[in-house]
């Protein structure tokens, strides 16, 4: 079994700063892509950036591109999202995501994901 276990999620002010972690843990064979989306209230979730295990990163939502910035640290399995100046249209569920090969003895690629952490900007 894989799992992905997000942290660091919370209320700030607008101007605000958080890290948001995310470790892959489980019968894992490798990881490809990792990588955060989020979910605002009444909107469909967004792809905000992701990174591949040699390092390679993809900013796909424009807005935040120059406030966020995604990092990875593959011997802990793990993804980071700092997030700065933080505004109001960042509130949302963060959810992280793993292209995984899972388990070790037969692996199978497939894509698994966090069960969320909420973010609150908010004065």
């Known amino acids: 079994q894989v799992l992905l276990l997000e942290s660091g999620g919370g209320s700030v002010q607008p101007g605000g700063s958080l890290r948001l972690s995310c470790e892959a843990s489980g019968s894992i064979f490798s990881i490809d892509a990792m990588g955060w989306y989020r979910q605002a209230p009444g909107k469909q979730r967004e792809m905000i950036a992701t990174?591949?295990?040699?390092?390679?990163?993809?900013y796909a939502m424009t807005a935040v591109k120059d406030r966020f910035t995604i990092s990875r640290d593959n011997a802990k399995k793990t993804v980071y999202l700092q997030m700065n100046r933080l505004e109001p249209e960042d509130t949302a569920v963060y959810f992280c995501?793993?292209?995984?090969?899972?388990?070790?003895?037969?692996?199978?690629?497939?894509?698994?994901w966090g069960q969320g952490t909420q973010v609150t900007v908010s004065s």
């Open positions: 990174v591949t295990t040699g390092g390679w990163i993809n």
């Open positions: 995501y793993g292209d995984i090969r899972a388990p070790i003895l037969r692996p199978i690629r497939q894509d698994y």
